[in-house]
């Protein structure tokens, strides 16, 4: 039903009315949801406003790069310097550096915890020293450093007791943000205050480590002097003016510090004063030429070290964890340790002409557990330095005990503070890092000092290759310690004696509590295995030698650098060297050879085999053996057995020859095999395998052989019949004249010397028709001689006998 339409001077209808009121309702809506938003953008503005104070917080830097003096004392006046830059992205106006000094700390925890919150805004920095004592800059401009300088009396300061105290360099000012003052950037820092000679000074003992990465290799030359072989020229760098070794040098000789050096480092240097070579791309070497500076750099230590305690550690610093954890099951890895051992005191005395004391082992970062303390007492040291963060104190004390602990079995464990031997770590080559580093090592040291009065030792062990950065910020440290009111230097043998806290920690943490960090850089089983096996080569090789020294002296130092601590972290560099040794090993054995034979052909049932021993070292080669063996001794025997041996000796640069008699029973090739053995029966190189061809007089030979001899009989019997002939025809002549004769003096009646009537009828001859005698004979005496009648090895008509030394064909 339609509604009745509303008409002037006429009450609307209820219908009506409920229309309007709903669009009136309506049309107010916008309006409502706009004032019911103004709180809540009030709200978020609020918000915005906040966020921006944040990201406002700490937009400036400030770095505190000099404090002057470090600790200082009555009177003084403290310097503070530094920068400050604008990190955000408006301009700062109306800023100021000021000072700040807090309540003094109570406890070591408590400088940890300053230290890890130097630049947060938040926290109690104290009242600032205000008044004239600041620096003002009427404008800050984004991304430019601004220097700032104050000095202040420290009776301004109003420091109490003695002790460690907050000092914050703060920078105050606004932005067109926020244009009020606030502190936009702080950095804290430690201030030591002990103006007076402390009753029960600390007695600390600082390490100086000398050591470096490897740098010679195994090799040698040839000539007399054995010309070393360096990896690389880094080692030149390391030790010229400037570099890393010759700061530790220089900063080190000015300091009362234990110095701590691998006989490696001193062993690398020394073969750089004569004449060595450096290696090059692929197989190439060329000639070293630092010498004066290795001189130098070796006289300046030999000064430094006079009259200093010197520790020296085993040859090459080997890694008495890894050793522990992955080469004690591999046979003779303990033995390395050992002979690096034997040889660092000598190198040192050698070297640096001091008598160090090899009594110390030193694991990486002071991490021990039972294990590592087995393994680095197996050499003879019975002291092991280790850090207060390995062997950590679970006891009741509320002090740092002295570092001396006796762990069982003798030893005594040097336990080095923690928080004093990593205090430089990281890159200490801007002022700023290393003055915030040396000012945290004097609070630590003081905070140390005061929480007892007991005579305590104190041990800092810093890492043992610092950069020069890192060297120059402990030596600064240590220089002002040393020359602090709370501290006196000690020798390291003298902490190990000290007397131990009965309350400290002895118990050596479990092999599952050391540092996985750690464990991950540590050399691997495998590489314990190739140090065998070099080792076994070599023991192998040196038994031939005539001068074994040679050869067993550079390869030992080289297997002591393959155990070297310098390898964590360098797996791949690691692995290349130990190839490269073993690899030059073999170059070395492989010239002492057997030469390769071709096939041998023997006639005859007995023959000799010459056998050549080749030798291409400099040096002469005994105590070989060489054996001969023949496969199948039925065909071939070899000295009247399936082998033989001979001794062998060999000068250098020369060959040998040895022959072996054989004897051949049957027809056929066999195989022979020529090896070379050390006198112990171990092999010596690869064997020569060859075959030998064997052919005996064959049935066909027999009979040419026969057939020639027989002609040679014949002929011989032929030659002796004609000259029987020939005798027998002179004589029938010579009777035949003499019956001619007697006919004609003695008349016809007469008979010859047979009694025949000379006149009487011829008889017929009965052998006158054989050829062979009368007939045959007077026709070879009145027959001219034919050409292929054979020449008589007598003269014709001589019918007396041979003479005794005259050979005759029978």
């Known amino acids: 039903m339609a509604e009745a339409a509303d008409f002037p001077g006429m009450t609307p209808s209820p219908a009506r009315r409920w229309l309007r009121r709903t669009g009136a309702l309506l049309a107010g809506a916008p309006l409502l949801a706009g004032l019911l938003q103004l709180p809540a953008a009030s709200a978020q503005a609020v918000g915005q406003a906040s966020a921006k104070d944040a990201s406002d917080a700490g ?89 700032f300088s104050i000095s202040v009396p420290v009776d301004k300061l109003d420091l109490g007791d003695d002790g460690v105290y907050p000092l914050g360099v703060s920078l105050s000012g606004e932005t067109s943000a926020q244009p009020w003052e606030r502190v936009l950037g702080i950095q804290r820092t430690f201030l030591p205050w002990q103006p007076e000679k402390a009753d029960t000074p600390t007695r600390t003992t600082v390490l100086w480590p000398l050591v470096s990465t490897v740098h010679m290799t195994a090799e040698t030359g040839s000539n007399a002097q054995q010309t070393p072989v360096f990896l690389n020229d880094d080692l030149s760098e390391e030790i010229a003016p400037g570099g890393r070794l010759d700061q530790l040098l220089s900063l080190g000789k000015d ?40 001189k130098q750099w070796l006289d300046e230590l030999q000064g430094a070290v006079l009259g200093r305690e010197v520790v020296a550690l085993p040859f090459a610093d080997p890694d008495l964890a890894s050793l522990a954890h992955n080469g004690t099951g591999v046979a003779g890895s303990l033995s390395q340790l050992k002979a690096a051992t034997d040889v660092a005191a000598t190198t040192v005395e050698t070297v640096l002409h001091v008598t160090p004391s090899t009594d110390f082992a030193w694991p990486v970062d002071g991490a021990v557990d039972p294990s590592i303390v087995k393994v680095a007492t197996s050499a003879g040291a019975d002291k092991v330095i280790a850090r207060g ?28 503070d923690a928080r004093l031997s990593t205090a430089f770590q990281g890159d200490q ?124 002296t550079p390869f030992g130092r080289a297997m002591n650098r393959e155990m070297s601590t310098s390898w964590r972290g360098r797996s791949t560099a690691a692995s290349s060297f130990r190839q490269g040794v073993q690899a030059y090993l073999d170059t070395l054995t492989g010239q002492v050879k057997l030469i390769d034979k071709s096939e041998t052909k023997l006639s005859g049932r007995s023959a000799t085999i010459p056998v050549t021993v080749q030798n291409n070292l400099v040096q002469g080669v005994d105590h070989l053996v060489l054996r001969l063996t023949s496969t199948n001794p039925t065909r071939l025997e070899i000295s009247d057995d399936a082998y033989a041996e001979q001794q062998v000796t060999v000068s250098g640069g020369h060959t040998t020859t040895v022959k072996f008699t054989t004897s051949a029973n049957v027809n056929g090739q066999t195989r022979v095999i020529a090896q070379l053995y050390t006198e112990d029966g171990q092999k010596y190189g690869d064997e020569v395998a060859f075959d030998v061809r064997v052919t005996e007089i064959t049935a066909t030979v027999m009979l040419v052989i026969g057939g020639g001899v027989l002609l040679l ?13 020939a005798a027998a025809r002179e004589a029938a002549e010579s009777a035949e004249t003499a019956e001619d004769g007697e006919g004609g003096e003695g008349g016809e009646g007469g008979a010859d010397e047979a009694g025949t009537p000379a006149d009487g009828p011829e008889e017929a001859d009965p052998h006158q028709n054989r050829p062979d005698e009368d007939s045959g004979a007077r026709a070879g005496a009145a027959d001219p001689e034919q050409p292929s009648d054979e020449t008589p090895d007598t003269a014709m008509g001589n019918a007396d006998p041979s003479g005794t030394g005259e050979r005759v064909d029978r």
């Open 255 to 294: 300091l009362d510090v234990t110095w701590v050096i691998d006989p490696d480092l001193l062993a690398s240097v020394d073969a750089m004063t004569g004449s060595y070579r450096v290696r090059g791309a692929g197989d190439t070497t060329t000639a070293g030429t630092h010498q004066a500076i290795a």
């Open 389 to 416: 963060d390995s062997l950590t104190e679970t006891g009741d004390l509320n002090y740092t005990p002295s570092a001396a602990r006796p762990i069982g079995g003798g030893t005594t464990a040097v336990v080095a």
């Open 713 to 725: 009989v014949l002929a011989g019997f032929r030659m002796y019949t004609q000259r029987k002939r």
């Open 59 to 147: 937009t400036v830097a400030v770095a505190v790069d000099s404090l002057s003096p470090a600790a200082p004392t009555d009177g003084d006046t403290l310097t503070v310097s530094g920068t400050v830059t604008n990190n955000g992205k408006q301009a700062v106006t109306d800023a100021h550096v000021d000072l700040r000094v807090g309540s003094a700390f109570t406890t070591r925890s408590a400088i940890d915890t300053a230290a890890k919150h130097a630049d947060a805004l938040t926290g109690d920095d104290g009242s600032e020293v205000g008044g004239k004592y600041v620096t003002k800059f009427a404008k800050l401009t984004p991304g430019v450093a601004e220097h």
């Open 429 to 552: 080559t801007r002022a700023s890092t290393s003055t915030l580093a040396v000012q945290e090592f004097l609070a630590q040291s003081l905070a140390l000092n005061q929480q007892t009065g007991k005579q305590r030792s104190v041990v800092v062990a810093p890492q043992r290759v610092p950069t020069a950065g890192q060297a120059r910020s402990l030596a600064e440290a240590v220089s002002l310690l040393q020359g602090g009111t709370w501290s006196q230097s000690q020798q390291l043998a003298a902490a190990a004696k000290a007397k131990p806290d009965p309350g400290a920690t002895t118990k050596v943490p479990s092999r599952s509590a050391y540092p996985s960090a750690l464990r991950k850089q540590e050399l691997p089983r495998s590489a314990f295995e190739q140090i065998a096996y070099t080792q076994d080569r070599l023991d192998n090789f040196k038994v031939i030698l005539a001068n074994e020294a040679r050869v067993v």
